[in-house]
């Protein structure tokens, strides 16, 4: 496939997600967004608990995203919606006036090798980016158990002068996901849009 094909068909994509966005949640919308929301363990219980909230999940694996969906009917969280969608394509399709309140990445793949660290998501460039699309002060939690890349993840905030770290770490919400219960031991950090 050529570079201007890979554009093309990456511009198709936005094309068809943002009108998927406009329908499922329209225009001017403050959301809480969860990146690789996984089955929604989290994002269902959390958008159950937090109905005045517009919540999204976006993951790639179609299978999960149903899971997600029906565990977010079962707890009559009406307000949670979830996409099949990359996070930099999300953030392109976002509707204008869409703005992000909080933003949840957990347990995102750790590429462990050297020589794929620059697929992490989690980068200055990538922290750019979801600043130009966060409200003032929203706020960004990030939960990993690989040791390596919390420590990757927090220097890159560190860097970052759009983002700074906060004191305490405490989500604001509690519940346990399915990597929780298999992989009990994991750091959190929390940060806030400046």
Known sequence: MSLEEAIARRAARVKALRKLCEETFGFDS???LEIGCGK???LSSYAAANPSELCVGI??????LRDAARRARNKNASNAHFLKA??????DALPQGTRLEKIFIF???PWPKERHHKRRLINVDFLKNLRSFAVP???L???TDHAGYFEWAREALNESPHWEMLADNALPFEETSQFQRILPDFKT?????V
């Open 59 to 64: 993951d790639l694996i179609s299978e999960r």
């Open 107 to 109: 347990f995102p793949d």
């Open 30 to 32: 403050a959301l809480t």
């Open 86 to 91: 990359e996070a930099l394509e999300f953030l």
């Open 40 to 42: 929604g363990h989290y």
């Open 141 to 143: 939690y990030f939960r």
């Open 137 to 139: 002060d929203a706020k």
């Open 189 to 193: 950090f929390a940060a806030r849009a």
